[in-house]
Structures are given as structure tokens and as C-alpha cells.
């Protein structure tokens, strides 16, 4: 069984930084690309980056672009996402993700599509604002 513990989000002001983490099971991780995604109040799942499952291909959605890190140790079973330079607009829950049977991404070039990733968690909260 799939198991994806979030956790690390928190309130911060605008400007500022957090790091998420994300504590896989019940499947080899080192075999999955993995992805964060985000959901913001009222509105519907976005993507946000993904990486292959060596951890050396990484994709940013634009808004996230230079101010996001993803990165994975799969010795640790474990996705991390750095968030710098916060803004209002990042507000939201973060999940992870793991590809899905339908993932369509290739080793170098991570899926940007959010229905090819699977969600087992809880998701962390992450608010901006001053």
C-alpha cells in the first residue's frame, strides 16, 4: 500500500522560505519519478515539479521556476521540495506524488501532467502571508 507522509509546511510572510519533506512506503521509491503538486483554496490540483527517479531530471511549473528546489535521496526513501522567495499566491496544501501506471514522462524530461501521478497523503499546509 502506497504511503506518502508530507510534512514541513507552516505560515510564513512573504519573502520567506520553507522545506518540505516527503516520507514514501509501501513501493520502490527508487524506481518512481515523484512530483509535488499543490491545491490553493477553492481552486483544482496544480502541478509544481517533478524528478526522475535518479533524482538527475527535474521539470518546474513557470510560477515556481528559480525560487523551487526539488530533490530526492532514495537511500532515505525521501522527496524534498525548497521553497524560497515565498509569495501570497504559493498559498496552499502540498501533497507528493508518485507516477501512476499511466505515467507518460520520459528518465529526462520528469511528467508535468497531474493526473499521471499518484496521491497517498495528507498533504502539508503551506500559508503566505503578512
Known amino acids: 500500500q502506497v504511503q506518502l507522509v508530507e510534512s514541513g509546511g507552516g505560515s510564513v510572510q512573504p519573502g520567506g522560505s520553507l522545506s518540505l519533506s516527503c516520507a514514501a512506503s509501501g513501493f520502490t521509491f527508487s524506481s518512481h519519478a515523484m512530483s509535488w503538486v499543490r491545491q490553493a483554496p477553492g481552486k483544482g490540483l496544480e502541478w509544481v515539479s517533478a524528478v526522475n527517479s535518479g533524482g538527475g531530471a527535474t521539470t518546474y511549473a513557470d510560477s515556481v521556476k528559480g525560487r523551487f528546489i526539488i530533490s530526492r535521496d532514495n537511500a532515505k526513501n525521501t522527496l524534498y521540495l525548497q521553497m524560497t522567495a515565498l509569495k501570497p499566491e504559493d498559498t496552499a496544501v502540498y501533497y507528493c506524488?508518485?507516477?501512476?501506471?499511466?505515467?507518460?514522462?520520459?528518465?529526462?524530461?520528469?511528467?508535468?501532467?497531474?493526473?499521471?501521478?499518484?496521491?497517498g497523503g495528507q498533504g502539508t499546509q503551506v500559508t503566505v502571508s503578512s
Open positions: 506524488a508518485k507516477a501512476g501506471s499511466n505515467y507518460g514522462g520520459s528518465y529526462y524530461y520528469p511528467s508535468d501532467r497531474v493526473y499521471e501521478y499518484v496521491y
